[in-house]
C-alpha cells in the first residue's frame, strides 16, 4: 500500500497532478481543488497518499495535509459515498468546516457539494455523527490549542465546547478570539 510520494510536479491539472519520482516514474494523482492550489508545477513536494485498488483501476488521492486526508478516508466510511464524492466533499469544504458541519448537524454544508442532495446528506450525518468521528476530529491540533488556551484563562470544558463549534476561524489565534466573543455573551 503506497502511503506518501515525493518528487517534483511534471504535469498539473485543477484536481489532477502528475509526480515524477528521482526514480523517473511518474505517478497520476488526483488532488482535492482546496489542495490544487498549493502545488506549483516543477516544484519538488511529498503527498501523503490515499490508494484505493479497484478490479479495473489502481488509483491514487494525495493530500497535503493529513486532516484533509483523514476527513477524505471518514467520507469513505459512508455507505454510498465513492472516492469521487469524497473528493468533492475536500474540494468544497476545508477539513474545519466538514468537522463543524457534522458536529453542527449542518444539512446545507453537504448539500453545496456537487453530488451530494438532501437523502445523502443526512445518511452522512448520521453515519459520521458518533463518537468517534468527533473524537478524531477534536484532535486537529487547533481547535485542541484552542480548547487549552481557553480552559487555561478559566472557562469550563462544558462552556467552551458550544463556543468553539459555533466558530469559524481556521487557525488558532482567531479561533480563540472569535471563542472569547461568544463567552461573553
Not at 116 to 138: E, R
Request: glycine share 6%; net charge positive.
Amino acid at each position: 500500500m503506497i502511503k506518501a510520494i515525493e518528487g517534483v510536479i511534471s504535469k498539473k491539472e485543477p484536481a489532477y497532478i502528475w509526480l515524477k519520482t528521482t526514480s523517473g516514474v511518474s505517478y497520476g494523482i488526483a488532488v482535492s481543488l482546496q489542495c490544487s492550489p498549493k502545488l506549483t508545477l516543477g516544484a519538488k513536494c511529498e503527498l501523503l497518499i490515499t490508494q484505493i485498488i479497484k478490479e479495473d483501476a489502481n488509483l491514487l488521492f494525495g493530500f497535503i495535509d493529513a486532516s484533509e486526508q483523514q476527513i477524505f478516508e471518514m467520507m469513505l466510511k459512508v455507505s454510498g459515498i465513492g472516492p469521487a464524492t469524497a473528493m468533492a466533499i475536500c474540494s468544497t469544504l476545508s477539513p474545519a468546516q466538514a468537522q463543524k458541519a457534522v458536529l453542527n448537524g449542518d444539512l446545507d454544508a453537504f448539500k453545496k457539494v456537487p453530488g451530494i442532495g438532501p437523502k445523502t446528506a443526512k445518511l452522512l450525518l448520521a453515519q459520521l455523527s458518533d463518537a468517534s468521528f468527533i473524537n478524531s476530529q477534536n484532535e486537529n491540533p487547533v481547535w485542541h490549542d484552542a480548547l487549552l488556551a481557553l480552559q487555561a484563562l478559566g472557562f469550563k470544558k462544558e462552556q467552551i465546547l458550544p463556543a468553539l463549534n459555533a466558530c469559524k476561524s481556521e487557525n488558532t489565534v482567531d479561533l480563540i478570539k472569535e471563542a472569547l466573543r461568544i463567552l461573553k455573551k
